[in-house]
C-alpha cells in the first residue's frame, strides 16, 4: 500500500479519536507497521496482515484507552504480544513511562527491535510470567495503570493485573463486544483482589461495526499476598463467583 495513502486513512481514524499528533508520529507507526509485517513472515505476531486493518484493529484498537490514562506516569501493559497496546500509546504520548511484560521471549525481542528502531526511551521491555513478576516489590503495587489486551477472561485477567497497581491507581481491561458473562464471573474476583468497577464504556472503532467494551476497575484496596497465585493456576482455576 502506497505510504501517503496509509498515513492519510491512520490521520483521519486518528483525527476521529480526538487525538494530537505530529507528522513523526505518523512515520513512527508506518515503519512499526512495516516491522510487523516483516516479522510476522518469521513468527506468529499477528493474524492481521493488511496494512489498513493494522491501522484500525491494532493501533486505533489500542489507543481507545487513551483518553483514561491521561497524563499516568507508570503503566504496565501485560501479555503486551506485538506491543498492543503499550507501544501505540507511547508514540501518541512519548512522555509515558510504559513496561511491556510477555512470557514469549520471541515477542519480546521484536519489540526491543521496534523500541530501538522508533528510539522510544523510558519503555521496559520485560521476558516474564505476569504471575512471577508481580511479586517482585520492584513491580508489585508500584503503577498507576495496569492494562491488558485479548488476553484472558474478567475474572483472571484481573488476577494477573490487579496486583501491579498502586492503590488508587486503575486497571484498564480491554474486552471484546460480549462481556454480561464476564463480569457476573467476575464479581468475586473483583472484590477479593481489591477493586471496585469504576465505569464501563462500548464503543466502536471507526468506520467499522466492530464493537468493543473498556472496563476500568479502581483499586480501592490493598491485594492480597497471595495474589496472583503460581503461574498457570489462575488460568486453570479462576476466582469465581
Known sequence: MEKNTWIKKLNDELQDLGLMFHEKQLNQFYDYMNMLLEENEKINLTAITDPEEI????????LTIYKYIGNASKIIDIGTGAGFPGI??????????????????????FINKVKNYLNLTNIDVIHARAEELAKQIK????????????VASLNVLLEYLMPYVKIGGKCICMKGSNIDDELKESTKAIQILGGKIEKIEEITLPNTDIKRNIIIIKKEKQTPNSYPR???????????S
Do not use: C, M, Q, W
Open 88 to 109: 501505540p500509546l507511547k508514540i501518541i504520548n512519548p512522555n509515558l513511562n510504559i513496561t511491556l511484560v510477555d512470557s514469549l521471549n520471541k515477542r519480546i525481542n
Open 55 to 62: 491501522i484500525t484493529k491494532h493501533f486505533i484498537d489500542s
Open 230 to 240: 503460581k503461574a498457570g493456576i489462575p488460568s486453570k482455576k479462576p476466582i469465581v
Open 139 to 150: 513491580y508489585r503495587e508500584k503503577h498507576d495503570i495496569a492494562t491488558s489486551r485479548a
